[in-house]
């Protein structure tokens, strides 16, 4: 495995801002490539398979759970799981890649007890509880239930955001992007 590539883990709730972020920040670092996780929830309209997501189905997830396919997995809401493949992984730093995952508070602590130092754990921060569901019902992806559920674990993962080694809060979406980049630029080119 090439030693000198890293590891940036990417922690949000869902509603604040991080894909934005991540669409802004990421094509300005060549050599980061974006883990595609492994999913049994359906695709939201604009999402592509093999994108996004590897969306696969409950049979297919637990056959990799079975192989020990997975560097972390989790049920992130109630019957819905999520999960890292290491192939995938290891492929992309094997290519010469600094990898960036977007997971849960639970996968990100994972990850980062894994890879140590070699990885920076990123906790996005929505400015209020409010504004996250503001934004959620905005977004128009939720229904009632799934928006409860989102709103339950992004109270339950602000509450861990000081396990991270970095907190970014997003209250203007240009000053976010400016911060995580500079924070990517800081830690890239540390030795
Ligand atoms: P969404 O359904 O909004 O795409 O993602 C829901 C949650 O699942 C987010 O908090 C996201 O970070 C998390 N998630 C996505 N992929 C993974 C993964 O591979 N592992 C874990 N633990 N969480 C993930």
Redesign the pocket.
């Known amino acids: 495995m090439d030693y000198s590539t890293k590891v940036i883990i990417f922690?949000a709730p869902?509603g604040s801002g991080k894909g934005s972020i991540l669409a802004r920040v990421l094509p300005l670092f060549e050599d980061i490539a974006f883990s595609v996780?492994a999913?049994t929830?359906s695709p939201r309209k604009g999402e592509i398979n093999n994108v996004h997501y590897h969306f696969i189905t409950a049979e297919q997830f637990q056959n990799h759970v079975k192989n020990n396919d997975f560097l972390?997995?989790?049920e992130?809401y109630e019957g819905t799981f999520?999960?890292?493949l290491k192939s995938e992984t290891y492929s992309l730093l094997n290519q010469g890649k600094h990898v960036l995952f977007?997971?849960?508070v639970?996968?990100a602590l994972a990850i980062k007890s894994y890879f140590k130092d070699r990885a920076l754990s990123i906790f996005i921060q929505p400015p209020s509880l409010e504004e996250l569901k503001k934004r959620l019902i905005e977004r128009g992806t939720e229904n009632e239930k799934t928006l409860q559920q989102r709103l339950k674990k992004a109270e339950t993962e602000i509450l861990q955001a000081h396990l991270f080694d970095k907190v970014v809060v997003n209250y203007e979406l240009d000053k976010a992007c400016t911060e995580v980049e500079e924070i990517l630029r800081n830690f890239l080119s540390q030795n």
Do not use: I, L, P
């Open positions: 922690t869902s996780s999913t929830r972390e997995w989790e992130v999520y999960g890292t977007e997971v849960d639970k996968g």
